[in-house]
């Protein structure tokens, strides 16, 4: 006897509306289209929850922070708890004139938000983290401590703060695979000494 069909007609609309916001944008100017991490987000959220409203909202995560999209868009095209969710993973970038000090208070705001963040939107925020720090985990073996250089913050530190308290606020995760891999990527790049800096051979 057949199966019946997976509906993902909710999450195959969510991905043709972030493939078209996030059209002919870079990754950080990593050579590579910009909805390959939205798309690797969708796939983390995947081990958790087969919840289309969930996956939706992984695939939609950047739009609003990355994008013209505004939250009202999202909400009018796919719901209130896409849109809440999305808006949640949306920094809100503080008025100052120091990029870094903008830059710490944009992340310290974000990890507040997530310790006190619902279950769904902690899961959506792990899909987003544990992208980024696979991608971080992968650049810094090859570049070292030259690869902060891309980042607003030039400081190693910086990074290891933002991330273990990005851990911290995930905690209740700390069942799942995925988080397992957040924290034992963290280990991996920042409880060594820093790597030297240059391509490794």
């Known amino acids: 006897m057949a199966n019946n069909p997976l509906n993902t007609e909710l999450l195959d609309r969510a991905i043709m509306f972030a493939l078209h916001a996030h059209s002919g944008t870079e990754r950080r100017k990593k050579g590579f289209p910009y909805i390959v ?3 690797e ?3 983390i959220v995947a081990t958790m929850t087969s919840d289309q409203e969930l996956l ?3 695939i939609l995560h ?3 922070e990355d994008t ?3 939250v009202e868009q999202i909400r009018n095209e796919f719901g209130d708890r896409i849109a809440s969710i999305v808006a949640a993973e949306s920094d809100n970038p503080h008025e100052s004139k120091d990029d ?3 830059w710490r208070a944009r992340k310290q705001a974000a990890i507040d938000r997530l310790a006190t963040a619902s279950h769904d939107t902690k899961i959506v925020a792990l899909g987003d983290k544990l992208s980024n720090m696979r991608a971080i985990a992968r650049d810094y073996t090859m570049q070292g401590d030259n690869l902060w250089n891309l980042f607003h913050s030039k400081e190693r530190k910086d990074h ?3 991330y273990r308290g990005l851990a911290e606020s ?3 995760l700390h069942d799942t695979f995925a988080y397992k891999e957040f924290e034992q990527l963290i280990h991996q790049v920042f409880d060594e000494p820093s790597a030297p800096t240059g391509n490794c051979k």
């Open 37 to 39: 991490h939205p798309m």
């Open 41 to 43: 987000a969708v796939e």
């Open 56 to 58: 939706s909202a992984a």
């Open 62 to 64: 950047d739009t609003v």
């Open 68 to 70: 013209d999209v505004t």
């Open 100 to 102: 870094i000090e903008n």
């Open 160 to 162: 290891e703060w933002h």
């Open 170 to 172: 995930l905690s209740e």
